[in-house]
């Protein structure tokens, strides 16, 4: 299946119910492009009927090099701000859309692509990942939610020092601090997602709604607030119907145990 309008820079396809997303640039190294950016827009406001979680891949030896650089050299400040808005506006819509998408990495994940990956819920690495935030070395800050997102998963420090020293993760070391969730062999990479994307596909929709639009706002809330919207969040999402059938499963003895 194909979105419509969407630029060749990306190609969708269903396979069993999972959205598949590919970043299909591979001559520019998968460097994110306006057209790009706006076509990850229409395709994750538009997820196909009956997908329940997407996964976003890129061919070629590269994730992603990350904003394209040849668009930025003519853009004053003015402009500057409404780009930058556009990325954040197009990641939101990947974080907080309506499935939980697992971004499969490779090769250079780095700036705009590392931002992108950081919007995802879970990053699978493949072992030649490498990870940085070349927006220090060229002069530039980084536009496309870095800044809110990175620190949540490696620590302010980190990151400060990824863009102050250039400093480069490898796959074993982005895992260790938390930039992949998953670290897998070169070349893995998609069957692991699949197989995560079909874990993911099996939970009940609150749950994965709860994950994907809930605990987000309540980490960004205070300690008391936080704890009454996680209440709030237990109560709606054990009073479903198909929260209680699955509860009545375990209990007389047709569920999974845990690690089965
Ligand atoms: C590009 C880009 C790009 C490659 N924009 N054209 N990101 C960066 O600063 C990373 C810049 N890229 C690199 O460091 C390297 O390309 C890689 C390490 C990712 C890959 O190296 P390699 O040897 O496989 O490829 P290459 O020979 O460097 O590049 C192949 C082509 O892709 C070449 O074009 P060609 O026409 O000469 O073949 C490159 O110019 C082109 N290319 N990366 C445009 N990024 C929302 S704000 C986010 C801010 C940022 O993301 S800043 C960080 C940008």
Not at 134 to 149: D, H, K, L, M, N
Not at 164 to 170: A, D, F, H, I, Q
Not at 173 to 198: N, P, R, T
């Amino acid at each position: 299946m194909q979105h419509n309008n969407i630029p060749p820079s990306l190609h969708t396809e269903v396979r069993d119910n999972i959205l598949l997303v590919t970043l299909n640039r591979p001559d520019k190294r998968n460097a994110l492009n306006d057209a790009t950016i706006l076509g990850l827009e229409n395709i994750f406001s538009n997820i196909p009927d009956g997908v329940k979680c997407a996964i976003i891949y890129g061919e070629g030896k590269h994730f992603s090099a990350g904003l394209d650089l040849s668009e930025l050299s003519e853009r004053n400040a003015v402009q500057g701000v409404h780009h930058s808005r556009m990325w954040h506006r197009v990641l939101d819509k990947v974080q907080f859309g309506t499935v939980p998408v697992v971004a499969v990495l490779h090769g250079a994940c780095v700036g705009g692509g590392l931002e992108l990956a950081s919007a995802c819920h879970i990053r699978v690495a493949e072992n030649s990942t490498f990870y940085a935030l070349p927006e220090g070395q060229r002069g530039i800050f980084v536009g496309g939610g870095a800044s809110v997102r990175l620190p949540k998963l490696i620590g302010m420090a980190r990151m400060t020092d990824m863009m102050l020293t250039g400093r480069v993760y490898n796959a074993a070391e982005g895992e260790q601090i938390g930039l992949s969730q998953y670290l897998v062999d070169d070349g893995a990479g998609l069957d692991k997602a699949f197989e995560l994307a079909q874990k993911i596909s099996a939970n009940a929709g609150m749950t994965n709604y709860a994950l994907m639009h809930v605990l987000p706002r309540i980490v960004d809330a205070g300690q008391d607030v936080g704890l009454m919207m996680e209440s709030l969040m237990a109560a709606i999402a054990q009073d479903a119907p198909e929260a209680k059938q699955r509860l009545r499963d375990f209990l007389e003895g047709r569920a999974k145990k845990v690690g089965e």
